[in-house]
C-alpha cells in the first residue's frame, strides 16, 4: 500500500519563528490532507490539497503531486501552534473506499 | 452548518467491559470513516460506510469491535470486550459523494477511551 513519511519528526522553535513541514508518499493520491492535533488530542483540518498552493492566515501547503510531496508552511509560530500536525493521504489505487493513510505525524513545540 | 459530532468525549471503562461510541456525520455526507490513534502511534482506518453499507471494514483489529450505521445517518461503534490495548483516541470522518465534488473528509473532535 502507500507509504507516508513525515519529517522532521519532533521541531522546537522559539515563538515568531518561521517552519517547513514535508510529507512524501509514495504513489499517486486524488486527497492528500494536513491535519493539527491539539492537546486535547482533537484533529483540526487545515488544509485538503490533493495538489497546488493554498494559503489560511500564517499557514500555507503546497503539493507537488508529480514529485509526491507536500509542504506546510508556518509563518511567525505562536504558543497555541504546538500539537502534532499529520499529513494523510489517499492513494488513486485504493478503490472506492478513499480512506487516509496518516503519517506518524511531526511533534511541534514553541517555545515563548 | 454543524460539523462531525463525537460521543462520548472521554470514557473510562474496565477490561472486559463494553462501550459504545457514536458518531453524527455532517448532514447529507453519504461516506463515513471511523479511525483510531492507539498508544501514541499513527492514526489508522478502522471501517468505511457508503450509507447503510460498510464499503471496506479490512482495518477492523478483531471481532471485539462491531459497527453500525442504521438508516445511513448516525453510526456506533462497540468494543465488547474491552481491553488494554483497545486504548486511544477514536476519530469518525465524514464526506461527500457526488461525482465533482473534493474528497475531503471532515473529522470529528474524537472520543478518548481509556481502558483500566
Known amino acids: 500500500g502507500i507509504q507516508v513519511e513525515q519529517s522532521p519528526p519532533d521541531l522546537i522553535l522559539q515563538e515568531g519563528a518561521n517552519s517547513t513541514l514535508r510529507c512524501n508518499f509514495s504513489?499517486?493520491?486524488?486527497?492528500l490532507q494536513w491535519f493539527h492535533q491539539n492537546p486535547w488530542g482533537q484533529l483540526i483540518n487545515l488544509f485538503y490539497?490533493?495538489?497546488g498552493t493554498k494559503q489560511n492566515g500564517r499557514l500555507s501547503a503546497t503539493t507537488v503531486a508529480t514529485e509526491r510531496y507536500s509542504l506546510l508552511y508556518i509563518s511567525s509560530s505562536q504558543t497555541t501552534d504546538s500539537g502534532v500536525y499529520f499529513c494523510a493521504v489517499a492513494s488513486v489505487y485504493g478503490g472506492a473506499t478513499n480512506k487516509l493513510i496518516f503519517g506518524t505525524g511531526t511533534l511541534l513545540a514553541v517555545q515563548p | 452548518e454543524a460539523g462531525v459530532t463525537q460521543f462520548p468525549s472521554h470514557s473510562v471503562i474496565e477490561k472486559g467491559q463494553t462501550v459504545t461510541l457514536r458518531c453524527d456525520p455532517i448532514?447529507?455526507?453519504?461516506?463515513l470513516y471511523w479511525y483510531r490513534r492507539v498508544m501514541g502511534k499513527e492514526i489508522k482506518f478502522l471501517l468505511h460506510f457508503v450509507k447503510e453499507s460498510k464499503q471496506d471494514e479490512s482495518g477492523m483489529p478483531n471481532n471485539r469491535f462491531l459497527a453500525e450505521r442504521t438508516g445511513g445517518t448516525y453510526s456506533t461503534l462497540k468494543v465488547q470486550p474491552a481491553e488494554l490495548e483497545d486504548s486511544g483516541v477514536y476519530f469518525c470522518?465524514?464526506?461527500?459523494?457526488?461525482?465533482?465534488?473534493?474528497?475531503?473528509?471532515?473529522f470529528g473532535p474524537g472520543t478518548r477511551l481509556t481502558v483500566t
Open positions: 504513489d499517486s493520491v486524488n486527497n
Open positions: 470522518a465524514s464526506s461527500q459523494d457526488r461525482v465533482g465534488y473534493s474528497y475531503e473528509q471532515y
Open positions: 490539497i490533493p495538489s
Open positions: 448532514s447529507g455526507h453519504d461516506n
